[in-house]
């Protein structure tokens, strides 16, 4: 996330900050490689302050191409892969370089390296564009990872809200996603609480806790 005393909230986008970057990039695949974590965010960071999004863009995206591809021979050598979050603009954070899944697949697009992936966030996503489906959909081959929320409220799936989770996973499943999904939200009360919702979805589904089959046991 680069210095967030000072502001930041990563680096692979701002211009002036890639030797930063690099070096917080080395300390991510130590730390990863420690924990046999496979993925890593990273980060595009914020608009400069003082400055105008669209006086740098362009020198931003060149910074952050440049950026990427260094990343994907860095994490090649590792067996890992890159992950690329856009983050809303209009609720989180106004800043942030990285808004919406089309301009992060435009980017990996340009990029043109197999092991960046899209870290699809559906807080961000449904603020930003809704269309959940057809998102889904569309960017299916670039998900690397896939992060849940309610919103607005940013809390638990079964929280009052616009998304219908039941019903994503469902898609998730007919698509033959098989990767994670990180509940990336704030749970009303604490931890173990806030999962009694994954509880419930598995009961709904016939699972055991665990999300094995009942039939199968």
Known sequence: PGDQEAGELGLAAVPGRQAA???ALEAAVHYARAVGCPRIHVMAGRVPLGTERAAVAGEMETTFIENLRYTADLLSQEDMIGLLEPINNRITDPRYYLNTPHHAAAILEKVGRPNLKLQLDLFHCQIMDGNLSQNLKTYFPLIGHIQIAQVPGRHEPDSPGELNFPYLF???????Y???VGCEYAPKGDTLEGLGWLRSYWES?????GGTSKAAK
């Open 178 to 180: 098989t990767g994670y």
């Open 170 to 176: 469902e898609l998730l499943e007919s698509l033959s």
């Open 205 to 209: 589904r016939g699972l055991q806790h």
């Open 21 to 23: 970057f690099r070096q």
